[in-house]
């Protein structure tokens, strides 16, 4: 059994403190799996972080019998781990190009896909605090459907809520963030 | 900044669109839902009952945008369409918006106009023979429908009142001897790109607006609007022509809704119904004070139409 399942099995058992465990290891099995596609990639190749993160479940639950059990959990730590990649990259790529810090080789070790713009990344995800404050399921969506790059029906399921209600709540959270980020601009 | 905000309104208007139609399918639901609570327990929902069964009028009021869909379409909307092949043309007036009112002989107006289907469809609900002159063949139920949407379309300001341009230049074409093209409601003039400001007004808008008061659903939305202070909505004018004075409440609200700046003229766009050249112009992307403007009036305005079309019912089923 990998520690992943074995995770998985301890958060559906009910232990709150296994969510914790298993983000660190997701995110680092995205990285090392990020990392070995560049390896074997043309340079300049981008990765999708849809990509990576269903083949990461696959990865880590191959052996296993029980392939459906803790996805959703999966997917939101996975979702989780993305975002603060993505973040990771578009704040290494502003400092590189605001001066802050000469050029090093692993700055570019792997480029996954943003969602948009480094810009817009990291205003987003500076609104996305205050929301996750207010409504974390909310939250919770804008990471699976926009830092992980899940379908509204693959985030649903995560979420365990319908697809209609999240069409819904990708409408509210995009108008949200809008006036957020816009109120932190102006600010 | 202006790069982010640039692409933040993009975000917003462009990605994962699903309505381009007045107010958008939130917007006219919402005020659907204002009406079914503000008429409750009187003889116009019994009426309205009568006519449409359990279908709420928050799910009526999109009927008439969803007839010209392809998909989904029922027995109904087919027999409409057959029926009244232009139904697109009764949605919108384009009244230019430097007029003071709403007058039959403006350029842009016509006698199939939103101003003049709202009568046609309270005849038809008041059982008078002459009403079937504008649509053909239209059932109480049909009629009930497209009077809730056409009312509500008509609180749009940019569903009353259009732009007019020289060149680069707002003008009012009534007597105007130049050239000049008309900006379809708003719908060829972009900002950002590629972002429609028509849509903006019908879509964007009251997404933004559902957001601010942190509501989902337009029942929710619905009962925000209505905890708010009653607006002043009362029009004093005879039943079939009080749609004239909501066309001018819009069209001097849309002369605000064109204060923009017009950029430049774009003459390589081709007219998505004819194919033939017709130009768009960029104007300045859209600042703060009048988002936070246009967020307000729509919200005036679906509250207003939400009172008028409950009173409306309610005259024609007293």
Known sequence: ?187 | MKFLARILISWLTCAFALSAFAWGDEGHRTIGAMVDTLITGTDAASHVHSLLGDETLSAASVWADHVKGRTDQTTEMVQFKKTNPNHFVFHYTDIPFEEPKYRDDSIGATNVDVVHAIPACILILQGKPESQTLFSNVSQRVALRLLVHYIEDLHQPLHAGAGYLDKTNFIDPNGYTGHYEDDQGANRLVFGGTNKLHFFWDVTVVQLDMARAHVETPQQYAAFLLSKPVPDWKTPSPLLQRDRDWANESIALSAKVHDVKVLDEDDSQLDYRTQKPRPVWHIEELSPAYIDWSCKTAEDQMTKAGYRIAATLKEIWP
């Open chain 1, 1 to 187: 059994m990998s520690e992943v399942t074995r995770i998985l099995q301890s958060i559906e058992a009910g232990d709150n403190m296994a969510g914790g465990q298993l983000l660190p290891l997701v995110y680092e099995e995205l990285r090392k799996l990020a990392a070995s596609k560049m390896a074997h990639e043309s340079p300049g190749q981008t990765l999708q972080p849809t990509a990576l993160v269903h083949e990461a479940w696959l990865r880590l639950n191959a052996n296993e019998s029980e392939k459906w059990q803790g996805r959703a959990h999966f997917f939101g730590a996975a979702a989780e781990a993305m975002r603060r990649i993505l973040i990771d990259n578009a704040r290494r790529k502003r400092a590189a190009r605001h001066g802050g810090g000469r050029p090093r080789e692993d700055i570019l070790e792997f480029d996954v896909a943003a969602p948009g713009p480094d810009d817009e990344i990291l205003a987003v995800n500076d609104a996305l605090g205050l929301l996750a404050e207010l409504d974390k399921p909310k939250a919770d969506l804008v990471k699976l459907h926009y830092f992980a790059g899940l379908t509204f029906e693959e985030s649903a399921d995560a979420l365990g809520i319908s697809v209609s209600t999240a069409n819904r709540w990708w409408t509210f959270c995009r108008a949200w963030l809008f006036d957020q980020i816009r109120k932190n601009v102006i600010s």
